[in-house]
Structure formats: structure tokens, C-alpha cells
């Protein structure tokens, strides 16, 4: 049997198996007794709410899980890839164009298998704990408008990828790295007034004490706001978050109106407090970086791959050209199953240096804000608001949490101010 095949197969199979013990390692680690850190905050109804949310979400994870991976199976096996690929090249088209109808058709495929199981998760799950928000109207708009970003940003973006591969040689990793790199910063650079207003709206944020109590700690703290907004996240979900987006001066700071309804001001500021941290130990440029190193790493492991026939031949392909040049776009998606370990490895790595991060920017935030138990309060009132799990499992957050469990963060911040 073909090396890939059976590798891809064994690592699909070995992902599913790790994914469903950590999840039930992690519905183990419950704990029934609210902790000491949350007694009055959580009661014993809303507690064991919280629990049931976990336990829901979680086995309803693992049943989505159980049914793509035989279904991804069967598409490999059966010779699926191979059906979208004569689909592909029926139109007649050269290399490119066929490559993009080929990353169309799998594209439309995914979207039509995770439809279903986002709309139980959405009017389901999420309604059944009080969170959705979201109407028909905004969930099927949601879809078609990722679906017109990723035709508008991402088939350019995967052309080009493929004409570098096809024409420029051995340097083809290091072109596509640069353009894609170039690409992301750009979009980073104008998401805050280009991309992300298609999905929520961005209104100033009214004069007042909660805008000038922001802007008095942004000067105390000497930090250059180019614009405080606040997001009607209430039109998806009860559920509240923060943020910093965009660079240079389309850089904003973003507040869920489900956030400034449920918090005080002095809690909004020790939040805002934790995002000017982020930026102040440079948190948002290494992660920027990491994530440049982390595709320069994978353009060129996949310049090593994309010329193997085995590779094909594990789909069901033959490395048969396509105006003079091999199917490099099929190659391309193939690869991604061999990637997988390696970006796994990536994520691990990257989790933990985020999560360090967490620590620093909370850090910051109690050093910088006048009563520094207002952090801790704001931590409390979003871990109940949005039924966190108080007790994840090591391994859950070792593999998964880009965040320290909530207590964890609470004990560092304590031992901060004492």
C-alpha cells in the first residue's frame, strides 16, 4: 500500500482518538464543589449550568468528530479527490484555472458537510444556554459572505501560490512566502475598515465617563488610541469579549456592547488595561512573526512534497500535467494531511507562548489600573457570564488553551499586587 496513504490514514485516525481523550479527560476533571476563588459569584444552579454547557458542547464535538472522520475517509479511499479532479478538468481550463474549480468544488463540499453541524451548535446548544443571538437571516449571510472573501482574498492568493510553483524553480517556496506574507500584513493592516465591518457594526464610542475614563488611562499610560469602538456582538451571542484590532492608524480598540452593558467602568478600563499590556511586551508583533516563520516553515517543507508522486498516487491521482505543468494544486491540498503534525507541533508551541502572554498582559494591567481587584472582578463576571469551565484538564490546556485557566490567572494576578 502506498507510504502516504497509510500515513495520512494512521494520522487521521490517531487525531480523532487523542481529540476524543482529551475531551473526556476533560469532562472527568469536573469538579462538583464551586471554588472557593467563585463562591458568590457562582451559585449552585448556575454551577452545575455550567457543567451541563461543557458536557453538551463537548460530546457534541465528539459526535461531530466521529462522523467527518469515516465520511473523510471514505472521500480519500473511494476516490473522491480523483472524481473532483476529472470535474475540474472537464472545463478545459489551464493548470490555474483548473486548480481553482478543484479548491472551489472541495471548498463548497466543506462548507455543505459543516452546515448542519453549526446550525445545531447555533439554534441548539448555544440557545439552549441562553447565548444565540444569531437569527436565520444573520447565520446564512454570515456564510455567504465568508464564502465571497475566501473567492475574493483567498482564490487570487492560492493562483498566485500556484503560478509561483509552477514557473519560478526552486525559489517558488520563498516568492509564495513573500507575497502571502505581504497579503496578510495588508489585510491585518485594513481588516478593522474593510473586512471585519461586513460582519459586525463598529460605532464610535459615545462621549462620556466610560470614553473618557479609556482615554485618561490611555494617556496616563501614553498610549496613542486611534479609535474606541463598541460592536453589536448582541446580535450573535450573549456572550462579551474585547479586543485590539488592526495596525499603524487603523488601529482600534473594540468593546461587545454585551461587554460595557454587563461591566463597570472601572472593570471596561482593567480589561482595556490588559490589552495595552499585549502591546506594550510586543505581544501582537512576535506573534506576527511566529506566524510568518511558522508559513515560511510550511512553503518549504511543501516545495520538498509537491513534486512526489506517491503523494497523488495516495488520492488516487496521477501527476498528469495540465498545460505543460503537473496538477500542483491537487499536490497543495494533499499536503496539508502530511502538515498536520508538524502544524499540530506549531499550535502547541504557540499556545503556551500565548498563554504566557495572558500572564504578562495581566500583569500589566494590575501594576497600571488603580484598584487592581477590578481585573480579577472582570475575569469572574466573563468566566460566569459565558459558563467557562473553572477545572479544564492539563492536557485540555496543554494541547488546546490559548488562555491559563481562569483560577490560574486569578492566583498569578494576586501574587502580582501582594
Do not use: C
Amino acid at each position: 500500500m502506498n507510504v502516504y496513504l497509510v500515513f495520512i490514514i494512521a494520522l487521521l485516525i490517531f487525531s480523532y482518538l487523542l481529540e476524543v481523550l482529551v475531551e473526556v479527560l476533560n469532562i472527568r476533571h469536573i469538579r462538583t464543589t464551586i471554588p472557593e476563588e467563585f463562591e458568590g459569584w457562582f451559585d449552585e444552579g448556575k454551577y452545575a449550568k455550567s457543567q451541563r454547557y461543557l458536557k453538551d458542547s463537548t460530546w457534541f464535538d465528539i459526535l461531530s468528530s466521529s462522523i467527518m472522520l469515516p465520511l473523510s475517509l471514505a472521500f480519500i479511499l473511494l476516490g473522491g479527490f480523483r472524481v473532483f479532479d476529472d470535474l475540474a478538468r472537464s472545463a478545459g481550463g489551464g493548470m490555474i484555472v483548473t486548480g481553482l474549480l478543484f479548491a472551489g468544488l472541495l471548498m463548497i463540499l466543506a462548507q455543505g458537510v459543516s452546515i448542519p453541524f453549526s446550525i445545531y451548535s447555533t439554534f441548539v446548544i448555544e440557545e439552549r444556554y441562553g447565548f444565540n443571538k444569531t437569527t436565520p437571516k444573520t447565520f446564512v449571510l454570515d456564510i455567504v459572505k465568508g464564502l465571497l472573501l475566501s473567492i475574493v482574498i483567498g482564490a487570487p492568493v492560492f493562483a498566485g501560490v500556484l503560478w509561483f510553483f509552477a514557473h519560478a524553480g526552486s525559489g517558488a517556496w520563498f516568492y509564495s512566502w513573500v507575497a502571502v506574507a505581504v497579503i496578510q500584513l495588508f489585510l491585518l493592516y485594513i481588516s478593522p475598515v474593510v473586512i471585519l465591518p461586513l460582519f459586525n457594526k463598529f460605532t464610535p464610542l459615545e462621549e462620556g465617563e466610560l470614553r473618557d475614563g479609556i482615554v485618561a488611562y490611555a494617556d496616563q499610560e501614553q498610549f496613542r488610541l486611534k479609535g474606541i469602538f463598541k460592536i453589536d456582538g448582541s446580535r450573535r451571542s450573549s456572550k462579551s469579549n474585547a479586543y485590539f484590532t488592526g495596525l499603524g492608524r487603523w488601529k482600534r480598540i473594540a468593546l461587545f456592547d454585551t461587554l460595557i452593558e454587563k461591566h463597570s467602568i472601572s472593570e471596561l478600563i482593567a480589561v482595556l488595561a490588559h490589552e495595552v499590556g499585549h502591546y506594550r511586551h510586543g505581544h501582537i508583533r512576535k506573534q506576527i512573526l511566529i506566524s510568518l516563520a511558522s508559513s515560511a516553515l510550511m512553503f518549504y517543507i511543501l516545495s520538498i512534497f509537491i513534486t512526489r508522486p506517491g503523494l497523488y498516487q495516495a488520492f488516487g491521482l496521477e501527476m498528469t500535467p495540465i498545460g505543460g505543468a503537473p496538477p500542483i494544486y491537487a499536490g497543495m491540498v494533499f499536503f496539508g494531511f502530511l502538515y498536520a503534525p508538524i502544524s499540530m507541533v506549531l499550535g502547541i508551541i504557540t499556545s503556551f507562548l500565548s498563554r504566557k502572554y495572558e500572564y504578562e498582559a495581566d500583569a500589566f494591567a494590575a501594576r497600571t489600573i488603580p484598584q487592581r481587584e477590578d481585573m480579577i472582578t472582570a475575569l469572574k463576571k466573563l468566566s460566569v457570564d459565558n459558563l467557562s469551565n473553572l477545572s479544564p484538564h492539563p492536557l485540555k490546556v496543554f494541547l488546546d488553551y490559548s488562555h491559563p485557566p481562569v483560577l490560574e490567572r486569578i492566583r498569578a494576578i494576586r501574587a502580582e499586587t501582594d
